[in-house]
């Protein structure tokens, strides 16, 4: 219970900062899950769909303190 309030906390902390970003930063790699690169804009469509790399990426973005 307690790791999907987490969750989402960090998904609305995303998404806020997200709205922040300009549009042309967006193409940048900000998180590398199993090798793969994520864009911020990546990222968005990974959280907005929850998916299992969605909450790997939430963890790396508050690990190097972007969230």
Same mark, same amino acid.
């Given at each position: 219970m307690e790791q999907? *309030? $987490?969750?989402?906390m960090l998904k609305a902390k995303f =998404?806020? %900062?997200y709205a922040n970003i300009p549009?042309? =930063?967006r193409v940048e790699i900000v998180a590398v &899950? $199993?090798?793969d690169p994520f864009s911020? *804009? *990546?990222c968005k469509a990974e959280i907005e769909?929850?998916?299992e790399k *969605?909450? &790997?990426i939430l963890r790396q973005l508050q690990k190097?303190? %972007?969230l």
């Open positions: 999907t *309030a $987490d969750y989402e =998404l806020k %900062v549009s042309p =930063l &899950v $199993d090798n911020w *804009a *990546a769909h929850d998916t *969605a909450k &790997v190097i303190g %972007v």
